[in-house]
């Protein structure tokens, strides 16, 4: 099923902000080939020793800690795969297991056979993987050339992160995630058909358009193609624009046409766009190369209409001409974009306003500010069935209909869709709604998974013909570490090591999963679109400055320990105010080069680093910042954290107080708290951060 890698690369896109985005390129060598695209993301296609067999996808990321992903697919040309085919590894004959199937025709390695397919490329071993039990070697022929360049792209060469040549040298230089371009894509008229020209669009356009087609266009004259595949069209695009077309040339495969923008009000000024296209469809004009008849191996590109102008919105090639898939055997782009429909974006904007103007509203009349209650003024409306269900070994209990108001309709495209989630224990919720107004229900996943983080994830899948289905490639890994707990994972929450919640709004008829992140002193409320794809969120971020004014023992009346003359605790008020100006999370990483506590000359300089950092917290905590804190003379440093912002009726904070002298240790604890009131309320688009569990 291509379809699943044609939605995996999209994925990739969610990346921190990059001032210089890397230029794709590609590059092949033997029987291997090396794609990389402008997001720094990098593909490596390997093929068999004979054509016709398999063939072997690896995918990074850029940035630091991203892991190799090994992807398989075997020859479909003849005949598709069967359904429940087995795979396996095989490395100098040894059997590294079943891979797991991704799809009829797609088997993932887990880490471990990553590791190992890895080891035996560099090293020329033999490589077999295995298809219901039939044996095909894999090919290393040009596989270090490929792997040497993907390193050097990504700047990994000489790191502990380099796939050949490793080494001690720092991650700092590594190649960070770019967020792919993001393209407003301006309304057209859908399914609109060529239709001849009329008169009076002859007498404008043919003197403008005849000259450039007699000189550019072999086959616009070629009395051996029907004169029906050589007229001149015109395809409405907008309310104001139309294409003219025209077949250009026809080669064994592929046929070129010239396309011209037309403004209706000016006939007679056309701007010739491309003499190269394969085609036009609802305000994409899509280029396409065959190799040959069969089609394994196609390279192409799409551009889209922004109102002024078609903009490249993908570049691409499927792999080489090895006989594996029809349609080509991998998405190997060299460019890539995210494409928002001028209406989404719009729309979204204007639900960001109506968040933001609430938020507002409701500060003035809230000075310490329940977030809870804005999200609360948006309920979703319309029909909605709520149904769970239990989950054994990954198999429905039962197959009955839960609820009566499900349609039978939609209870068989249920059950089509053979959907599965993590659960700790064996039950998972559903809610079926329209998500994105087109009048059908969609699926929201809910599933308890647990673990250390007491993890929930919530997934997404929209209603097709036949079934529901993720269409936001967020399940796209990072390698084994990554598991998105349900299928279409849209977000999660982190019930132990972080301040998050979630509530489904509906904002002027829009429905949105409001999803709050919060930390010491801030607040950011994500409004996440149903099925988007784009690497940023339209997000409310509320700040926050704290009266710090109570300080007391962890243990519940018990005197402070160690205890405070008044002259020390007011100098300690004063530190915890002065700290909110320079919280941790706001500072550069690299301003750490100020000592907490002044360093005694004659210090070592080994005992010297203990006086630029507190002590570690647990990770359910966020550690804020760290003080001095001075009593009877001496400096201490004070670590204070605190569980992510959580706020009661006063924030939820801890002070620990250490040494930063080798022979003295850690000598309290005090529990801080006070009101908080708002500094600033922002609004904008940004990079969803704090979702451990999917990031």
């Not at 039978?408 to 959907?419: G, H, N, V």
């Not at 320079?582 to 100020?594: G, I, T, V």
């Not at 107080?657 to 009131?677: A, K, M, T």
């Amino acid at each position: 099923m291509r379809a699943f890698f044609w939605a995996a690369w999209l994925g990739l896109c969610s990346t921190p902000l990059l001032a210089a985005p890397p230029q794709g390129f590609s590059f092949a060598q033997k029987d291997w080939e090396l794609a990389c695209d402008n997001t720094g993301a990098c593909r490596a296609a390997g093929y068999g020793v004979r054509r016709g067999e398999v063939s072997v996808l690896l995918t990074r990321n850029a940035g630091s800690e991203q892991h190799l992903t090994a992807t398989v697919t075997f020859a479909q040309i003849e005949h598709d795969i069967p359904a429940d085919s087995t795979a396996s590894l095989l490395i100098d004959d040894r059997d590294f297991g079943a891979l797991d199937a991704l799809d009829e025709s797609h088997f993932r390695l887990d880490s471990d056979q990553t590791t190992a397919l890895l080891q035996a490329l560099t090293n020329q071993r033999k490589i077999e993987f295995t298809l219901n039990g039939q044996h095909l070697p894999l090919s290393s022929a040009g596989s270090r050339e490929v792997l040497g360049k993907m390193d050097a792209f990504q700047r990994r060469t000489g790191t502990a992160d380099a796939l050949l040549d490793k080494g001690d040298a720092g991650d700092d230089a590594i190649l960070p995630a770019t967020p792919a371009p993001e393209i407003i894509a301006a309304p057209v008229l859908h399914n609109a058909q060529p239709v001849p020209l009329s008169m009076l669009q002859r007498q404008k356009l043919l003197p403008i358009l005849t000259p450039l087609l007699n000189q550019r266009c072999d086959d616009w004259q070629n009395q051996a193609i029907p004169a029906a595949d050589r007229q001149i069209t015109l395809t409405a695009l907008d309310k104001t624009h139309s294409l003219a077309q025209a077949l250009c040339w026809r080669a064994p495969y592929n046929d070129g046409y010239a396309l011209w923008l037309v403004d209706n009000a000016q006939l007679s000024k056309p701007r010739l766009l491309t003499t190269e296209a394969s085609s036009y469809a609802d305000g994409a004009i899509v280029f396409l190369h065959k190799e040959r008849g069969m089609a394994d191996c196609i390279t192409g590109e799409t551009r889209v209409w922004d109102g002024k102008t078609f903009t490249p919105s993908l570049k691409y090639s499927t792999g080489m001409c090895r006989e594996i898939t029809p349609g080509g055997t991998w998405m190997l782009p060299t460019f890539v974009s995210q494409v928002i429909p001028r209406q989404q974006k719009e729309a979204d904007n204007l639900a960001l306003r109506t968040l933001y103007n609430a938020v507002l509203k409701a500060q003035k009349s809230d000075p310490e500010l329940s977030l809870n209650k804005v999200a609360e003024q948006f309920p979703l409306t319309g029909h909605i069935t709520d149904f769970t269900l239990t989950y054994a070994d990954d198999t429905l209990i039962t197959t009955s209909k839960p609820s009566p108001d499900i349609s039978d309709d939609e209870w068989q495209a249920f059950l089509r869709s053979s959907i599965s989630a993590d659960s700790e224990n064996g039950k998972v919720s559903f809610t079926l709604i329209d998500l994105d107004g087109d009048g059908k229900r969609d699926l929201i996943i809910d599933s308890y998974v647990g673990g250390t983080g007491l993890f929930s994830y919530t997934g997404v899948l929209k209603r097709g013909d036949d079934d529901f289905a993720a269409v936001n490639g967020s399940d796209s890994d990072n390698g084994d570490d990554f598991d998105a707990g349900v299928p279409g994972a849209l977000f999660s929450i982190n019930g132990r090591g972080a301040n998050q919640w979630n509530h489904w709004v509906k904002i002027n008829g829009q429905v949105y999963a409001l999803w709050y992140n919060g930390q010491f002193g801030e607040d950011n409320l994500y409004l996440l679109r149903p099925f988007s794809t784009t690497s940023q969120t339209p997000a409310v971020t509320v700040r926050y400055r704290y009266t710090l004014n109570s300080i007391r023992s962890p243990e519940k009346d018990q005197p402070l320990t160690p205890s405070l003359s008044d002259g020390d605790k007011a100098d300690l008020l004063r530190s915890l105010e002065v700290m909110q100006g320079s919280l941790l999370k706001d500072r550069p990483a690299s301003d750490n080069d100020a000592p907490i506590c002044p360093i005694p000359p004659g210090t070592s300089a080994d005992e010297a680093d203990n006086y630029y950092s507190g002590v570690a917290v647990n990770y359910i905590y966020e550690t804020v910042a760290y003080i001095p804190v001075w009593l009877n003379g001496k400096c201490y440093i004070g670590t204070i954290f605190s569980h992510h912002g959580a706020y009661r009726h006063g924030v939820d904070a801890e002070i620990t107080l250490s040494s930063p002298r080798e022979d003295e240790e850690v000598i309290g604890d005090y529990l801080i708290s006070g009101l908080r009131h708002v500094i600033a309320i922002t609004s904008g688009w940004k990079t969803r951060e704090g979702d451990n569990g999917m990031q």
